[in-house]
Nanobody
Framework: QVQLVESGGGLVQAGGSLKLSCAAS????????MGWFRQAPGKEREFVAV??????YYADSVKLRFTISRDNTKNTVFLQMNSLKSEDTAVYYC???????????????????WGQGTQVTVSS
C-alpha cells in the first residue's frame, strides 16, 4: 500500500521560508512524478509544482520563489518555499502518479496517490 506523509508546515511571517517534505512508502518512486498541490479555504485545489523523471514544472504564481526537489534514495520530495506571501496560505498536499495517463501533470486528476496535507499559514 502506498502512503504519503507530509511534514514541515507551520506559521511563518510574510517574506519568510518553509520547507515541506513528503515521504513516500510502499514502492520505489524514482520513475514516478511527484507533485505538490495546495488548497486555500473556499478555493479549489491548485497545482504548485511537480518533479517528473526528466524535468520540473511550476505554477506561475510560485516560480522563482519555490523549488521542488527529490531524494530518490529516500523516496522523498521536498518543496522549498521562499519569499512567502499571505496568498500562499493553504493546505499543501503531496501527490504521486504511478499510472500511465495522458492527463497533464499540472492537474490533480493525473495523480492516484495523495497525502493528508500540511497547513501553511503566512501572516502579513
Amino acid at each position: 500500500q502506498v502512503q504519503l506523509v507530509e511534514s514541515g508546515g507551520g506559521l511563518v511571517q510574510a517574506g519568510g521560508s518553509l520547507k515541506l517534505s513528503c515521504a513516500a512508502s510502499g514502492r520505489p518512486f524514482s520513475n514516478y512524478a511527484m507533485g505538490w498541490f495546495r488548497q486555500a479555504p473556499g478555493k479549489e485545489r491548485e497545482f504548485v509544482a511537480v518533479s517528473s523523471a526528466v524535468r520540473t514544472y511550476y505554477a506561475d504564481s510560485v516560480k522563482l520563489r519555490f523549488t521542488i526537489s527529490r531524494d530518490n534514495t529516500k523516496n522523498t520530495v521536498f518543496l522549498q518555499m521562499n519569499s512567502l506571501k499571505s496568498e500562499d496560505t493553504a493546505v499543501y498536499y503531496c501527490a504521486v502518479r504511478t499510472i500511465a495517463t495522458m492527463t497533464s501533470l499540472q492537474t490533480s486528476d493525473a495523480y492516484n496517490y495523495w497525502g493528508q496535507g500540511t497547513q501553511v499559514t503566512v501572516s502579513s
